[in-house]
């Protein structure tokens, strides 16, 4: 079904470009649209730094589809973050701690991890790190993991995802302390998100990038049709149960779903976290939907100098015809996902200390 619809504006991904972009490095990625923020910020929007708000006023492109711009926005989360823990340590000197666990040495992880330290220093979060060998035991994690447990100088606990084939990944996340969870990903924060009237200590950092674009865009979520493309626990899943919780009507559009272009176009909101490149066409999107595209995909492109170029899951030339705000890739969520990590972390060292 997939290939039937391609055009050569908007090609899938070939298994050798995605075999290259195995080593990028997704928050290093220089956003190929210029920063546009031609509607309103919410009112949280409201309370950032000048001088980033003084930018707000950029011409909307020349498309229908206004672009939301999350290199912009996290910018401003992230000069939110520091001023918070700058007031934080003047008033009873702590600063948020942010320890991360990387076992073996996959490139795109150590990129990962290193571009977290250095977001974490811009903001004023001490970083702790532990690298292990990739041939060490889950016992050896576990241990890392127990230590940062019980240090009173680290609120979240991040370990770095893949883990080597050898370990149980359920195990690990596990046992990191649902109180320094600043990823989300403990399944008792998970449980809290599923249902009503709990609310999890923190909210997985994509998922949560996401619903704070929809906020600060001001862009209505109650009453509205939503569906999530992908159903996947780190995104799909937990992105659904968000807007859930924000009282829209909610669908899921995965590998099983038949005629998943009929129910795409029905949608008021689109959040794509599937993975595969342009599989979101023009013709899947209601003119005046709103789309958010999650997806980060290389494909082949011989006028680029490293032979491929990133796409997201929508095709967004023909998006921008009919939705009428998009986000772009990159330069859309993947800034977000940095920042709202950085703001799961600020969250837990003020609860933990019962700072207001």
Not at 3 to 31: E, F, G, K, N, Q
Not at 120 to 135: H, M, Q, R, T, W
Not at 181 to 194: E, Q, S, W
Not at 285 to 295: C, M, Q, S
Request: aromatic share 4%; charged share 20%.
């Amino acid at each position: 079904m997939v290939s039937s619809i391609l055009s050569s504006r908007c090609p899938l991904s070939s298994p050798a470009a995605v075999a290259r972009a195995l080593a990028l490095p997704r928050m290093t990625l220089a956003c190929r649209f210029q920063s546009s923020v031609p509607m309103p910020l919410g009112s949280m929007a409201v309370r950032s730094v000048a001088s980033r708000n003084s930018s707000l006023s950029a011409v909307a492109p020349e498309t229908s589809a206004k672009v939301i711009d999350g290199k912009l926005v996290s910018g401003q989360i992230k000069d939110e973050v520091a001023a918070e823990i700058a007031r934080m340590k003047d008033t009873i000197g702590i600063v948020p701690g942010l320890a991360v666990i990387l076992v073996g040495s996959r490139k795109d992880s150590q990129t990962y991890v290193r571009n977290k330290k250095k977001a974490c220093k811009a903001v004023g979060i001490n970083s702790y790190e532990v690298n292990l060998p990739e041939d060490c035991t889950e016992e050896e994690v576990l241990k890392h993991i127990a230590i940062f447990n019980d240090d009173s100088s680290v609120h979240g606990i991040l370990v770095q995802l893949p883990l080597p084939r050898h370990m149980k990944e359920e195990n690990i996340l596990n046992a990191v302390s649902i109180e320094k969870d600043v990823d989300g990903f403990h399944p008792l924060n998970i449980g809290r998100l599923a249902m009503q009237g709990r609310d999890p200590l923190f909210v997985p950092c994509t998922p949560k990038g996401c619903m704070e674009l929809l906020h600060r865009y001001d862009i209505e979520i109650k009453g509205k049709r939503a569906v999530v493309i992908g159903r996947s626990n780190i995104v799909g899943m937990p992105v659904a149960l968000l807007l859930q919780k924000a009282n829209a009507t909610v669908s899921m559009v995965h590998s099983y779903t038949k005629n998943p272009e009929e129910i795409t176009s029905q949608a008021d909101i689109i959040i794509s976290a599937a993975g595969v490149a342009n599989l979101v066409r023009g013709s899947w999107i209601k003119p005046g939907a709103v789309v958010i595209d999650v997806g980060i995909n290389p494909v082949d492109d011989a006028e680029s100098p490293r032979g491929y170029r990133l796409v997201g899951d929508v095709c967004y030339e023909e998006a921008c015809e009919v939705a009428s705000a998009i986000t772009p890739v990159p330069g859309g969520v993947g800034p977000m996902t940095i920042a709202m990590l950085l703001s799961n972390t600020l969250e837990s060292a003020k609860r933990i200390h019962n700072f207001k």
